[in-house]
C-alpha cells in the first residue's frame, strides 16, 4: 500500500555540523508534508512543513526539499546543535477532507560532542 | 490559543481490564481529530480518526474504539485491554491547516 519510509534509520554527526535527513514517499496523493522532531517519551513537535507545489522551504537552521518527480523529501539542518538529538519523522498528509496523516518509520539524529 | 489536552500522561493497566483515554481541543470549532499509537521505536501508526460528532472512521482493526460525544473531545476506548495493545497513545487535530499532537499516554499492559 501507500507508504512513506525513511532511507536510514540512524544517523550520527558531529556538532556543528550539517545534518541531511531523508525520506521517500509513494503517494502521489499527498498534496503536504510535514517534518517532525520527537524527544523520547514527547510528543510529535513541529518543524518544517512543505507543500506539494513548492520544492524548497526555509525555517530557523532547517530547509525541506521536496523533489516530486522521484516523491523524495529531506531535512537538512544547519549547524547541527546537541538539542538536535532527536528521532525525525517525515509524514504525508493525504489530499481529501480526513486529512489523515502517514509517517515515516523515524531517523534517530544523535549529535556527537 | 489553540491547545489539545490529553490525560493520563502514563497508565499501567492489567490485562482484560477497560481502557478510556481522553482528549480535550481549544480554540477551535469543527476540527478533525486524531488517535495514533506509537510502539517502541516505531512510527505513529493512525487508529481513528472522525471528521465530525459521531462520526468515527477506523483504520485498524483491533480491540479499540473510539468515540466523539462532543466537537472538542475525543475518547479512546476498550473493553479489554491484551498486551499488544501497549504503547505510545497520541491525540492530534487538524485545523486551519495546522496538525498538533497533545503530550500523548504511555500505556502498559500487564
Known amino acids: 500500500g501507500e507508504s512513506v519510509g525513511l532511507h536510514l534509520p540512524t544517523l550520527s554527526v558531529q556538532e556543528g555540523d550539517n545534518s541531511i535527513i531523508n525520506c521517500a514517499y509513494s503517494n502521489s496523493a499527498s498534496d503536504y508534508f510535514i517534518w517532525y522532531k520527537q524527544e523520547s517519551g514527547k510528543g510529535p513537535q513541529f518543524i518544517i512543513d512543505?507543500?506539494?507545489?513548492?520544492d524548497k522551504r526555509q525555517g530557523q537552521r532547517v530547509t525541506v526539499l521536496l523533489n516530486k518527480t522521484v516523491k523524495h523529501l529531506s531535512l537538512q539542518i544547519a549547524a547541527t546543535q546537541p538539542g538536535d538529538s532527536a528521532v525525525y519523522f517525515c509524514a504525508e498528509v493525504i489530499s481529501g477532507s480526513a486529512r489523515q496523516l502517514t509517517f515515516g518509520s523515524g531517523t534517530q539524529l544523535t549529535v556527537l560532542p | 490559543s489553540q491547545t489539545i489536552h490529553q490525560w493520563p500522561a502514563t497508565l499501567v493497566q492489567p490485562v482484560g481490564s477497560p481502557l478510556s483515554l481522553e482528549c480535550t481541543v481549544e480554540g477551535t470549532s469543527n476540527p478533525n481529530l486524531y488517535w495514533y499509537r506509537q510502539a517502541a521505536g516505531r512510527g505513529l501508526q493512525l487508529l481513528f480518526y472522525s471528521v465530525g460528532i459521531g462520526q468515527i472512521s477506523s483504520e485498524v482493526p483491533q480491540n479499540l474504539s473510539a468515540s466523539r460525544p462532543q466537537d472538542r473531545q475525543f475518547i479512546l476506548s476498550s473493553k479489554k485491554l491484551l498486551l499488544s495493545d501497549s504503547g505510545f497513545y497520541l491525540c492530534a487535530w487538524w485545523s486551519d491547516e495546522v496538525y498538533t499532537f497533545g503530550s500523548g499516554t504511555r500505556l502498559t499492559v500487564v
Open positions: 512543505i507543500r506539494s507545489n513548492m
